[in-house]
């Protein structure tokens, strides 16, 4: 066995159908009275009726959360919560209220009470990405971890085939590369494993009957081993283009990473032939790129970089951003070999 490090950065979590309903007494734990609720414009109802929920407290919403966080969007959220003289965050909905959130508690040196509805996993790691111009940029710091997380599968009902299906893909993206992260340990190994079987089984039958609350659970669950993946151990190259191409392009999140997993697990065959065995495995498939290109497929997620707003003249500009700033990776991260990369995701090619 290698030798290893583990330093787990780790919140209460709270886990079942029904459990979002604890909202009160969870917030009440923390000792806040005045929390804001964060959300995206569509969640806003429902972060609406969770504030009114709660008794003898002086909730706030702001819906105004944007995919990729623009830093347009932390400076208006900042401002609400410094009116509000808020105490405590309640980060409700996906990756871009949760990560928002992030920008607002590390500011005013308060507590993040995290109820996810996406598979993203934000709200287990420390840290947050925002866009400055074009560019996206992270911020790491264990203080805005969310001390609690409510995973409540009923909240994940309501989520669309077309958002369920890439966003599990997201979590899978983030086991893959935690299974040949730099720092990779046995823990997170089992945890990565464990969080693809759990999604590889679940998500068609989540994109197929939206409704069925224990494949709901079972993608939730995870969507949680993966988040504690991501924010544990390093991302590599998947990461790093997913993160170009959202930042820079404006593409959806999840959809990019849908379509960039099969073909960065194909760039990486040679370079981790335990870890692809691993997932291969876990995917019950032969290869690893094609077996999660197959998963793909079945859940009727994207696979070209073309059909969700890529600019093919774009492709050269991203390979660059990539290998300009490469994050650490098993192979060596060039400028002609991730450009291939693209051309493969661009045209949504089954990895050979
Ligand atoms: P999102 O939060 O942008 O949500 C996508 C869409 O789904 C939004 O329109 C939202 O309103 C809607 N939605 C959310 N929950 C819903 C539900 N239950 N039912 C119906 N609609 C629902 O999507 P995301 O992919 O979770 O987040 C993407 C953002 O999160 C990006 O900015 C990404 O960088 C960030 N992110 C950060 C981390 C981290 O660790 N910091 C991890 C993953 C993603």
Known sequence: ???????????????????????????????????????????????????????NMTPALHAEAVMHVPIETVRAAREAA???????????????????????????????????TTYGGSEVTPFYGYTEGGIKKGVRDRKMLPKTVLYDPALTVSLPPSISGPSGMNAIAHCVEGLYAKNANPIMTLLATEGIRALARSLPVVVREPANLDARSDALYGAWLAGAVLGTVGMAVHHNISHVLGGTFNLPHANVHTIVLPHA???????????????AEALGAQDAAQGI????????????????????????????????????????????????????????????
Do not use: W
Request: with cysteine; charged share 25%; hydrophobic share 40%.
């Open 293 to 352: 290109y197959d998963l793909v497929v079945r859940i009727g997620a994207p696979t070209a970089l073309k059909d969700i707003g890529m600019p093919y003249e774009g492709l050269d500009r991203a390979a660059k951003l990539v290998a300009e700033n490469p994050y650490y990776n098993p192979r060596p991260v060039e400028y002609d070999s991730v450009r291939q990369l693209l051309e493969n995701a661009y045209h949504g090619k089954r990895p050979s």
């Open 82 to 116: 410094k009116r509000h003289d808020a105490d405590c965050c309640i980060a409700f909905g996906g990756g871009s209220a949760i990560d928002l959130s992030k920008a607002v508690a590390l500011d005013r040196g308060i507590s993040i009470l995290a109820v996810p």
């Open 1 to 55: 066995m290698k030798d290893f490090l583990f330093d787990q950065p780790a919140a209460r979590i709270v886990f079942g159908v029904g459990v979002s309903q604890r909202l009160g007494e969870e917030v009440q734990r923390l000792g806040a009275r005045r929390p804001i609720f964060i959300a995206t414009p569509g969640r806003r109802k429902y972060a609406d009726e969770a504030a009114r929920s709660l008794l």
């Open 265 to 279: 697990a194909a760039f990486n065959r040679e370079a981790t032939p335990e870890a692809m065995h691993t997932i």
